[in-house]
């Protein structure tokens, strides 16, 4: 895998994909992107998303949003990584089951979500979950 990031001005950025997509971040005060600290808490986030669905998907559960809300805690001083992350997944659908929700979760915690899995060598990462019926219309 590569990439390229290219300064543009001030704090803002462009990456550039091998496969041609382009991210912009910005670490400046008055930032119109994201950092690069929230491209890689959000990168956790969608990749253990992926595996949610996924697995959700395999074992036929009618699912109609899913929805992981980041919450990070970083070091007070310079280096300032992550020290704490929690991964909440809302998902929403029809009679969608705690347990099979609870199981993707565990799957891509400790099988499949190579970005938190790298992540959790040097960060306290965890996991929660909530099942949201849909509302009769």
């Known amino acids: 895998m590569q990439a390229s990031v290219k300064w543009v001005d001030g704090d803002t950025f462009i990456g550039r994909s091998h496969s041609g997509h382009n991210v912009v971040f910005d670490a400046g005060a008055d930032s119109a992107a994201p950092s690069p600290m929230e491209m890689v808490l959000m990168s956790a ?12 998907k ?4 009618d ?5 992981v809300e980041l919450s990070a805690e970083r070091a007070d001083s310079a ?6 992350i929690n991964l909440h997944f809302v998902v929403t659908g029809n009679n ?10 565990q799957l891509s915690a400790e099988k499949y979500c190579s970005v ?3 992540l959790e ?3 306290e990462i965890t996991h929660s979950h909530e099942v949201v019926e849909n509302s009769a219309k």
């Not at 280096?79 to 704490?84: E, I, Q, S, Y």
């Not at 705690?98 to 979760?105: G, M």
């Open 58 to 61: 395999k074992a036929k559960q």
């Open 45 to 56: 986030g969608c990749c253990s998303s992926v595996d949610v669905v996924s697995i959700l």
């Open 63 to 67: 699912v109609s949003d899913v929805t």
């Open 121 to 123: 060598k040097a960060v």
């Open 116 to 118: 938190a899995l790298m």
């Open 96 to 105: 969608v089951s705690e347990k099979h929700l609870a199981r993707a979760v």
């Open 79 to 84: 280096p300032r990584v992550f020290t704490k």
